[in-house]
């Protein structure tokens, strides 16, 4: 069965805190994404990689940075988390070409 | 105008009823379509893809116009549940970095 697993399922940090949001993928899949999902906002892409070392900066990237040393991995880092940035987060992976993603079961992270 | 759009909702229906959804997307030489099923504080899940000669699967009937640019779910027979978010996401031309576009999601609740 195939999987994407995140660190925490609930998070809580303070404001100014440095954050790490870590994900893994069993698949062997190049591509994997970052999302936060907010009511009434949807879907919104932070970050995109499609190969080791290899990023894109999504919609909505200010305030967040992203590493992918090894291909199963990719992390979301808030450099100094704030209030604004409580939300649920969600990664993803997918083969390239537009292939189906699969998403991990999320972060709910809040920041007081 | 929004890459892709759809009615929020919530769609009340109950349960028996037959229930349809419209999401339409402005880039034209986008390539794939897909509908993902999101349950509350869950993550989304892949429901089924959209094929240009439409796709059928049990009560579930998916169809992509590109003429008019949108792709449609059907339900059929509709159960407690189906209760969930229905979200379109819509994958761009090929020769791009493939970041598929999600739409807000329609909301469906399906009643006793």
């Known amino acids: 069965d195939v999987k994407v697993t995140q660190s925490s399922r609930y998070l809580v940090k303070r404001t100014g805190e440095k954050v790490f949001l870590e994900c893994v993928q069993d698949?062997?899949?190049?591509?994997m994404f970052w999302y936060r999902q907010d009511p009434g906002l949807g879907l919104r892409l932070i970050y995109f990689?499609?190969?080791?070392?290899?990023?894109e900066k999504g919609d909505i990237p200010e305030g967040y940075s992203v590493s992918r040393e090894k291909k199963e991995r990719f992390s979301l880092i808030l450099e100094s988390a704030s209030t604004n940035q409580t939300s649920m987060y969600l990664c993803?992976?997918?083969?390239?070409?537009?292939?189906?993603?699969?998403f991990g079961p999320g972060t709910r992270l809040t920041v007081l | 105008r929004k890459e892709v759009e759809q009615d929020p909702g919530p769609f009340n229906v109950p349960e028996g009823a037959t229930v349809a959804f419209n999401c339409t997307y402005s880039?034209?030489?986008?390539?794939?379509f897909f509908w993902y099923r999101q349950d509350c504080r869950k993550e989304p899940k892949l429901l089924m893809s959209?094929?240009?000669s439409g796709n059928e699967d049990g009560r579930f009937t998916a169809q992509l116009n590109r003429a008019s640019q949108y792709i449609s779910l059907l339900i059929r027979d509709s159960k407690l549940s189906d209760s969930a978010t229905y979200l379109c996401?819509?994958?761009?031309?090929?020769?791009?970095?493939?970041?598929?576009?999600f739409g807000r999601g329609t909301s469906l609740i399906v009643h006793p």
């Open positions: 993803a992976s997918s083969s390239p070409g537009g292939a189906e993603q699969f």
């Open positions: 698949m062997d899949h190049e591509n």
């Open positions: 990689s499609y190969d080791v070392k290899m990023k």
């Open positions: 880039n034209s030489a986008s390539q794939s």
């Open positions: 959209v094929y240009s």
């Open positions: 996401v819509v994958n761009p031309a090929s020769g791009g970095s493939y970041i598929p576009t």
